[in-house]
């Protein structure tokens, strides 16, 4: 078996228990319902929220260089650190995390393969409500990599390029039979997906435990059963951001692939631009 | 106690054995045929309200005998309402504290219910969007609260306590024999925590393996509290498949309308889980043609009465000036 392209981004619950505490390791929960975080964490781990602190909150934006400047720093990480991200729906959030620490240039952050889930199910990981100590730092980020972030003319461009576009909704949301998820707030105007997308549901990556499947498993589900070219620019979508996340991280970090962005406008933002194309139904064969 | 007279010492002593069993009522006008009775179990002639009050009292009973409880030491459940409701107003009444970790689509009678018998709330999102077999958002929380803060919190996890199978082995079962007179030959009920199915299904093998035990389940992506798709039933370890002959799937949205029938023919006042499973019982009474059956009917009708108007087309109308 070949091992992940760039192996070194994942790591095992285990051995987060047992670099726990370590100078230069900092952990990072990244949630969307912060009540998870508050009710147990990892010791020693910092919660954030992804919509309040990720995200600008005035502008729909990421947050910029300053606000993350001022987040990394209040959370008392140096720019040397290794930070280890983890979190709550399956690591959604965390992967999220993981784009915009790499969109600002931190150069060791991580994943906990299986996130908070694994970590809850191993009954030798230690919980606590305790909050961790923090010396604020001094953080500088570098220039956003805008490469990694794909914005409404890349996702046209793409359309005409033929670049791969990668739909990792629920087959429902994919034929436009819900517009988004029972309960969710945010929406659209219309049902469906990019024309040309290909549906591959963000899980398709994951075993029964939450863990990514093995690196021939996962290049035989996007290289061959669903034909990504690793040759093509690849645009990762959802409804807003954060189950592409997670597939993003799986073709850039562990398939490997160069050029990959992720579409964090997502359906709530190409599903209610006026005159845009979409396609409806189940997806045609490749 | 005295359940002749009915008058208690304590609420305690009304839960349901062989010597109090809760009813068998017959279906009269919605299914009449001679040669295949069917009967209801009315569980929500528990004393507090549901076929749960069963697993939360072995549970509960346990811990306490176990010491697990007491002093600062309550209980948190994930639930989607009837066990926490049981174990609320059972855990309060006995001088402990509970703390009921409750999906966001459950009810909101059930959710006000919860706090009205007495639990701290804790509502969390639906999955987003799950992946078969992971997790389950509301079971995850509550083991974190019980794993990071163990001082406070017991968990009876009805999703893999074998007490909660004990409880119906132990009465429902023996219940169902004794009020049928050894007659049963179909067995019908849901699908959740599967410890109903398990548990009575065990006992009623135990005295006639031919007895045939018939699971009724919503279609995937159903809104019935309480229950499980197959797809859904991952979480609970108290699945037992060698104990049930057939595995009906019914639209869920039957669930509704069936109980709105039973409701209005039969005068019970049965949930949408029983009508789900009266659904099943009229498909196996048309293919199997004779028997006597009995249909463990959860809980009433009352704690749904939002999502009776979400389904069934014009319940709401007219009752507004």
């Known amino acids: ?286 | 106690m005295n359940h002749a007279t009915r008058v208690y010492d304590s609420i305690f002593e009304m839960l349901p054995n062989e010597d109090n069993p809760t009813p068998l009522v017959r279906i009269n006008r919605l299914s009449n045929s001679t040669q295949f009775p069917l009967y209801a179990k009315l569980e929500w002639l528990c004393p507090f309200g549901s076929v749960k009050d069963r697993a939360a009292w072995e549970m509960l009973r346990d811990l306490e005998t176990r010491g697990e409880i007491g002093g600062q030491r309550g209980i948190v459940e994930p639930t989607s309402g009837n066990t926490g409701i049981s174990l609320a107003a059972m855990a309060r009444a006995r001088g402990y504290h509970m703390r009921a970790v409750v999906p966001n689509k459950v009810p909101l009678e059930k959710k006000v219910l919860l706090k009205i018998a007495g639990a701290e709330l804790d509502v969390i999102s639906d999955e987003l969007c799950p992946a078969p077999g992971l997790g389950d958002g509301s079971i995850n929380l509550a083991k974190t609260h019980a794993r990071a803060s163990s001082h406070k919190y017991a968990m009876p996890n009805q999703y893999e306590n074998d007490k909660n199978v004990q409880a119906h082995f132990r009465t429902t079962g023996p219940e169902i024999w004794k009020q049928t007179q050894g007659k049963i030959t179909h067995l019908f009920v849901s699908l959740g925590t599967c410890g109903t199915v398990t548990g009575t299904s065990k006992f009623l093998r135990s005295q006639n393996p031919k007895v045939k035990v018939v699971a009724v389940q919503p279609t995937e992506g159903h809104d019935v509290p309480g229950l499980r798709n197959i797809s859904q039933l991952k979480v609970s370890k108290l699945f037992d498949a060698s104990l049930i002959d057939d595995i009906l799937e019914v639209d869920f949205r039957l669930a509704y309308g069936r109980a709105l029938e039973l409701c209005q023919n039969e005068g019970l006042l049965a949930g949408p889980s029983s009508g789900l499973i009266f659904e099943g019982a009229m498909t196996i009474v048309k293919r199997d043609k004779a028997g006597v059956g009995v249909m463990i009917f959860p809980d009433n009708i009352f704690k749904y009465t939002a999502n009776m108007v979400k389904h069934i087309p014009g319940l709401g109308e007219g009752t507004t000036a």
Not at chain 1, 172 to 183: H, L, M, N, Q, S
Not at chain 1, 257 to 266: C, W
Request: hydrophobic fraction near 35%; charged fraction near 25%.
């Open chain 1, 1 to 286: 078996m070949t091992n992940y392209a760039h192996p070194e981004v994942l790591v095992e619950t285990d051995w987060v228990k047992q670099n726990l505490g370590k100078p230069g390791i900092r952990l990072l929960e990244i949630d969307v319902d912060t009540k998870a975080y508050a009710a147990g964490h990892i010791p020693g781990a910092v919660g954030l929220n992804w919509q309040t602190q990720l995200q600008d909150q005035v502008r729909r934006d990421i947050i910029s260089q300053e606000d993350f400047e001022k987040l990394l720093g209040g959370a008392g990480i140096s720019p040397d650190d290794t930070v280890v991200l983890y979190g709550d729906n399956h690591n959604w959030f965390a992967a999220y995390g993981f784009w915009l620490f790499k969109i600002y240039g931190h150069n060791d952050v991580r994943l906990m393969n299986g996130g908070r889930v694994k970590w809850l199910n191993e009954n030798d990981k230690p919980l606590t409500t305790d909050q961790p100590s923090v010396e604020p730092a001094a953080y500088k980020a570098t220039k956003p990599t805008r490469e990694l972030r794909a914005m409404l003319p890349q996702v046209l461009e793409a359309q005409r390029k033929k670049w791969n576009l990668v739909d990792v909704r629920s087959p429902d949301e994919f034929t436009g039979k819900v517009i988004a998820p029972p309960g969710m707030t945010e929406t659209a105007q219309r049902g469906g997906h990019i024309p040309g997308a290909r549906s591959v549901p963000w899980s398709t990556a994951v075993n029964p435990d939450g863990t990514f499947k093995s690196p021939d498993e996962l290049r035989s589900i996007y290289l061959g059963q669903n034909g990504i070219d690793p040759q093509q620019q690849t645009i990762a979508y959802c409804r807003i951001g954060e189950r592409s996340s997670h597939t993003w991280f799986v073709l850039r970090y562990l398939l490997g692939l160069d050029n990959v962005r992720n579409y964090d406008g997502s359906w709530t933002e190409y599903g209610n631009v006026v005159g845009a194309p979409i396609e409806k139904g189940v997806p045609v064969s490749k």
